[in-house]
DNA sequence: ACCTGTCAAGTCTGG
DNA sequence: CCAGACTTGACAGGT
């Protein structure tokens, strides 16, 4: 099993390279030049763009493949008071420039728009903005260029003192997005309220692949266990492949399309017993090796993105310690074989 | 240069 | 029904 690291959104290495610098409603609208105030705005979405490229110039260096985008580029996108501004004519170029250079060094790329955007609302509005959220990263996405290998994770949202009830309405409610989105969604399972099975259904029933988190996964087991589940959220990757292409000749999908859009995982560490819901700076090794071997013999390929405070530093830390275990092959400075 | 408080959002909990 | 907690990186305003 060939298996790619990546990490999130800002670097530890790389000096004042924030991608998600960005300005309080409060001082914006205190701004009386309303023209001179949204290109300002702009401005900022600009250099966040630019320090997005300088990470990804960062991640070639070091051989990182991987890389979650910050979902904050654009300073107060979405804001109700700026429901007529449109940021992204202003700024196609940036995010072509950035998608030209994710292809060139085959690279993959996500968002995960933050926990308000929630498809399993009922609150008609929170909906909407939801949707709107969606629409909005998908719009980006498209504006890099890049095609649905570069998606979009979100969690289910609110469970509202009815799971079934808030899962059967997510399925709806996400079922019913533009086909654009919803071929650009993945689906995690979170730390508090639906589990990693729970979260499976989900992806199944909408037909969209699960990003199994790990950690997670570990403080809200549902009762269990992640290797048995494996198979199944595989086959939430397989039907993906370039258009035409998702099957076989028996109709089944084969292990070739995990090739085009390898399975992700999250991996992180409890920041204490105290809190163990909250990401420490570093990720055990040993704990991710372990589920790595376990899942090594049905899984050709993976990616796993480290979702730890140290960030990159995080990523090369344990590339370091994934190098001293014998059944490891380094291959790159942020890749390994397991199991060869 | 550094410190402290505030900011965004939606949901959940406690009262 | 409402206030506060939760979470996170960064602003904002102070020294």
């Not at 804001?79 to 250079?101: Q, S």
Request: glycine share 6%.
């Amino acid at each position: 099993m060939i298996v790619r690291f990546g990490y999130v959104a800002m670097s530890l290495l790389v000096k004042n390279a924030s991608p998600s610098k960005t300005i309080t409603y409060a001082s914006f609208s205190k701004l009386t030049d309303r023209e001179a105030a949204i290109r300002k705005l702009e401005r900022i979405a600009e250099e966040n763009l630019h320090n997005t490229l300088r990470l990804l110039r960062h991640n070639r260096a070091y051989e990182i493949e991987l890389y979650r985008l910050s979902s904050r580029l654009v300073p107060l996108v979405g804001h109700e008071e700026l429901a007529d501004w449109d940021p992204f004519p202003a700024l196609a170029d940036k995010f072509a420039e950035v998608g030209r250079y994710v292809r060139e060094h085959g690279m993959r790329i996500s968002f995960h728009p933050d926990h308000f955007t929630v498809l399993s609302t009922p609150r008609e509005e929170v909906l909407r903005t939801s949707v709107a959220d969606l629409e909005r990263h998908t719009r980006m996405l498209e504006l890099m260029g890049l095609d649905e290998r570069a998606r979009n994770n979100i969690h289910i949202g609110g469970t509202y003192g009815n799971k079934e009830a808030s899962l059967l309405r997510f399925v709806e409610q996400a079922s019913a997005l533009p086909k654009r989105v919803l071929d650009r969604l993945t689906l995690e399972n979170d730390d508090k309220t639906f589990t990693a099975a729970e979260t499976l259904e989900a992806c199944e029933r909408v037909g969209v692949p699960m990003v199994l988190d790990l950690h997670h996964h570990e403080v809200n087991p549902g009762g269990e266990k992640a290797l048995a589940l494996w198979p199944r959220i595989l086959d939430t990757w397989r039907r993906l492949g370039p258009r035409g292409e998702a099957e076989g000749a028996d109709g089944r999908a084969d292990n070739r399309q995990l090739d085009w859009l390898p399975p992700k995982i999250h991996v992180s560490s409890p920041r204490s017993d105290k809190d163990p819901r909250a990401h420490a700076d570093f990720v055990d090794a040993g704990h991710v090796l372990r589920f790595l071997r376990e899942i090594a013999p049905l899984t050709p390929r993976l990616d796993v993105m480290i979702e730890a405070k140290s960030k990159d530093e995080a990523l090369l830390r344990l590339m370091e310690e994934l190098g001293a275990e014998p059944d490891v092959r380094v291959r790159t400075q942020a890749s390994v074989e397991i199991g060869y």
